[in-house]
């Protein structure tokens, strides 16, 4: 008598909340969920990594851009005859210098901040691919139905199947 009871109360409740979910215009449907964890784990390392090479790439063309604009002064302060060994001809070069590295610092920050974000995206990835079991062990299906703690989580388990999101 319990085991209907429970199936009446679990069909009672999906009967109503697909008549619920049909009223909104939307359909939903149920059906084997793919777990794409290990693909957004994946993706996620993929970006990481491109963020890193990205920042190696920028750092790079600013070092270019700071070994040409050092080469250009060295050759304007030749060309007019100032000494390079003193003075503020070498204050200009090492404050060019401090400035190159600085924008090089800030490019590394920003592209290990980036990866950072991708790595722990893939962090979250990787643990939603563990799926918690449960198990029930009982001696009878009589006991199981009378336990009030799985009649609740079953009857959960359907609303959640039925039920707006």
């Known amino acids: 008598m319990c085991s209907l009871g429970v199936a009446s109360l679990l069909l009672a409740t999906a009967s109503a909340a697909a008549a619920n979910n049909q009223s909104s215009g ?4 149920t059906g084997a969920v793919a777990n794409t964890a290990p693909i957004d784990a994946y993706a996620a ?3 990481a990594d491109h ?3 990205e920042g190696d790439r920028k750092i790079n063309q600013e070092r270019r851009k700071y070994l040409q604009s050092e080469g250009r002064t060295q050759s304007t302060f030749a060309a007019n005859g100032v000494s ?3 003075g503020s001809a070498i204050d200009l070069l090492v404050n060019n ?3 190159a590295k600085e924008q090089m610092s800030d490019i590394r920050y920003e592209s290990d901040m980036t990866a950072w974000e991708y790595d722990m995206s893939r962090t979250k990835a990787e643990s939603r691919s ?5 198990d029930y062990s009982r001696e009878s299906w009589s006991d199981t139905l009378t336990n009030p703690v799985f009649v609740i989580g ?5 609303i ?3 039920g707006r999101e």
């Not at 939307?26 to 449907?29: D, F, G």
């Open 97 to 99: 210098r401090a400035i």
């Open 45 to 47: 390392r993929q970006k």
């Open 26 to 29: 939307s359909i939903k449907t």
């Open 130 to 134: 563990l799926i918690p079991t449960q």
């Open 51 to 53: 963020a890193r090479a």
């Open 84 to 86: 390079l060994a003193s």
């Open 160 to 162: 959640s199947l039925f």
């Open 154 to 158: 079953t009857a959960q388990k359907a």
